[in-house]
Nanobody, 115 residues
Framework: QVQLVESGGGLVQPGGSLRLSCVAS????????MAWARQAPGKQRELVAF???????NYADSVKGRFTISKDNAKNTVFLQMNSLKSEDTAVYFC?????????WGQGTQVTVSS
């Protein structure tokens, strides 16, 4: 069973930055695609960014140029650096691991962008 634990969320002003972390059990990060997704109140969960086992990355258009996904295989940790935050980035952010044909999700961390 894969366990994912997110941290780093909080309240930030528009234009500010936050760095989310996701620690995974085992060594799943090094050999599988990892992703961050978010879900705002009343909206569907949307994929924000993913990183493959080889380090290739992809981003949703809404965060391209502002968010950066990265990972540290030795620490079994995936990061999401979020800069130039906007009010519309407010959501619960989830870490996702893809292992073969199964997706595992963390419990989520709240990000609120407000003045």
């Amino acid at each position: 069973q894969v366990q994912l634990v997110e941290s780093g969320g909080g309240l930030v002003q528009p234009g500010g930055s936050l760095r989310l972390s996701c620690v995974a059990s085992g060594s799943i990060i090094s050999s599988n695609t990892m992703a961050w997704a978010r879900q705002a109140p009343g909206k569907q969960r949307e994929l924000v960014a993913f990183i493959t086992s080889s380090g290739n990355t992809n981003y949703a258009d809404s965060v391209k140029g502002r968010f950066t996904i990265s990972k540290d295989n030795a620490k079994n940790t995936v990061f999401l650096q979020m800069n130039s935050l906007k009010s519309e980035d407010t959501a619960v952010y989830f870490c996702r691991a893809q292992f073969r044909t199964v997706y595992y999700w963390g419990q989520g961390t709240q990000v609120t962008v407000s003045s």
